[in-house]
């Protein structure tokens, strides 16, 4: 700042004076702020990065263990439904049929029991299968059962004929576990009356009803009966639809 001054007459005098004023640069526009801003962002993108990395690979993991559970989920469903106790007692009835001469039944029963056991190594592979599909296999299931059991029970499958069954797609072998359990625990045991199951399919607006019913004995009573056998077979097919599901 230079400073002049002037006398009584308001004449400049020739000497004059000065102040040197230093203005500091502000912070927001000095080089170490600009430097600390870079390094700061650097610093946020490689925490970003590292954090993606690792939730991705959080999620690559867990999808493999996911795609590993539904693997062995398949596999077991597989194992539950072809199991080796129902190819014996399948191949036991059909040595059964021969022995009495009962060709017709012998037959009959074998071309079933190969349809199925076709039907299932076939869709064992496949994640989904068509229900049509699904309802002709788990009729042949039926079948085999019935004809095994003497004909201890009926059975009756409703369809809707609109066309939309071929469009509707589902795990495979999902429904038999339920039926097993229908006719196993609920019909094996009646006396009084014949058994019947009956299967009934609606197709709605946004999902697929499919009721399976019986006249067995009932949960509470088939209940009692399992309690009172000391040697029983534990069924995991509704557990394992359950997984699949």
Known sequence: LELMVKDKNYHFLESTDSILIKVSTPWFNAWWFYILCVALFMVIFYLFILIRFK?????AEEKYHFEIQIAESEMRVLRAQANPHFI???????RYFILKNEM??????LQRFAHLMRGVLEN?????????????YLQTYIDLERVRLRNIFSYNISIPQNGMVDKIFIPT???QPFVENAIWHGLTTLKERKGKI???????EFHTLITISDNGIGRKKSAELKAGKTQLKQSFGISIVKERI
């Open 198 to 204: 009956d299967i009934h399919v609606e197709c709605l």
């Open 104 to 109: 017709n039944q012998a037959e009959f029963y």
């Open 124 to 136: 064992s592979k496949k994640e989904l299968i068509g229900l049509d599909k699904e309802m002709e």
């Open 88 to 94: 014996f007692n399948a191949l036991n009835s059909i």
């Open 173 to 175: 072998m999902l429904l």
């Open 55 to 59: 939730t991705l690979a959080k999620r």
